[in-house]
């Protein structure tokens, strides 16, 4: 039984392993707030590629993220979208911040240190389980931001997890033609056409791009590829029209992805390129910050019905139980949230 005046955290202890670990709860220091978790989200495919020991050891663990120090080697914490409550300041931190809910891009912990400057005070129309999913949104609007999707173009995602099902989403509040998406199980399949999705299709069913000209007379002109499988990349290219793009959002870790480049893609002058949420776009960065876009996330946020994305909460003690949903039975599970007592 573990002390409820102890601090609890998750650590990936080696492939496939996990544990929990308490210690003291830290005081503030003088420019500090101590927050209180009360939630945070698990990143199937960052998290997963980490529990599966898929993960580059080599690499920093965020480069942009002061909460996640160190590299990618075991043991390790992680986790980038906890939700608490401020229950302690520091002598030179206004008063106000107390009992403020607040996201936090943080480790699985129960209790944690952070300058206010780190924190995102959670709108009040917003609730602790929605709140949890604003890093998943800000990546799905990065991708947007990067795809650039246009006036009546055939667009299609490959991959509906979190991630992939959020960015359908946004794109169905898009001018496009055409959304189709790729997914092997059928539970996300039906929420990715309740999102908005034309037709969502399993894409073990068809060769591509037949099962994309079969809805379309055409191939795609935008493709993202966000199902953290390196094969689906091809199948991305395949589908992808002239002067198309392919945006891989997917993180693929030490997996290698073999491509077929061979032929009609030089001739096509398909690009393909990779996204991710820690930058902005330097084409952007003029009209575009940090700031903004997650101004941005929280009103879509609060614009889309997240929700029902939440398929489980379990109890940070039982975690192990939850990667192992994630890795074993993906057909059940899309967004597993972490809870604390």
């Known amino acids: 039984m573990r002390s409820s005046s102890d601090a609890h955290g998750l650590v990936f202890t080696g492939p496939k392993s996990v544990a929990v670990e308490s210690n003291s709860i830290p005081e503030p220091g003088s420019t500090d707030v101590l927050v209180r978790t009360r939630t945070s989200a698990i990143s199937a495919g960052t998290e997963g590629l980490i529990f599966r020991g898929d993960a580059p050891t080599n690499l920093a663990a965020d480069d942009e993220l002061e909460a996640l120090e160190g590299d990618l080697s075991f043991p390790l914490r992680y986790g980038y979208a906890a939700v608490g409550e401020v229950v302690a300041v520091g002598d030179d931190v206004a008063e106000k911040w107390l009992d403020r809910t607040v996201f936090a891009y943080n480790a699985h912990e129960s209790h944690f240190l952070a300058e206010p400057s780190d924190l995102f005070p959670v709108p009040d129309r917003i609730s602790p389980r929605e709140a949890a999913l604003f890093a998943n949104l800000e990546t799905a609007i990065t991708l947007l931001l990067d795809g650039e999707p246009r006036l009546g173009e055939h667009v299609a995602v490959f991959g509906q997890g979190t991630v992939g099902l959020l960015t359908t989403a946004l794109l169905a509040h898009a001018p496009l033609e055409t959304l189709l998406t790729f997914e092997p199980h059928a539970k996300r399949r039906r929420h990715s056409e309740r999102l908005g999705a034309d037709q969502s299709f399993d894409p073990t069913d068809r060769e591509f791009p037949d099962i994309v000209r079969a809805v ?19 199948d991305a ?24 480049l061979g032929g009609r893609f030089h001739r096509d002058r398909i690009d393909i390129r990779s996204s991710q949420v820690s930058t902005i776009d330097p084409r952007l960065s003029g009209r575009w ?53």
């Open 216 to 234: 379309t007379d055409a191939r795609t002109d935008l493709t993202y590829e966000l199902s953290g499988n390196p094969a689906a990349l091809n």
């Open 237 to 260: 290219i395949a589908s992808t029209g002239f002067d198309g793009r392919v945006l891989v959002g997917s993180w693929y870790g030490t997996k290698p992805a073999s491509l077929d």
């Open 289 to 341: 910050s940090r700031e903004r876009r997650h101004d941005l996330t929280w009103q879509w946020l609060e614009r889309l019905e997240v929700t029902p994305l939440v398929t489980h909460e379990i109890p940070l003690e039982d975690a192990a139980t939850a990667y192992e949903l994630l890795e074993e039975r993906p057909d059940e599970a899309i967004q597993i949230l972490l809870t604390y007592d």
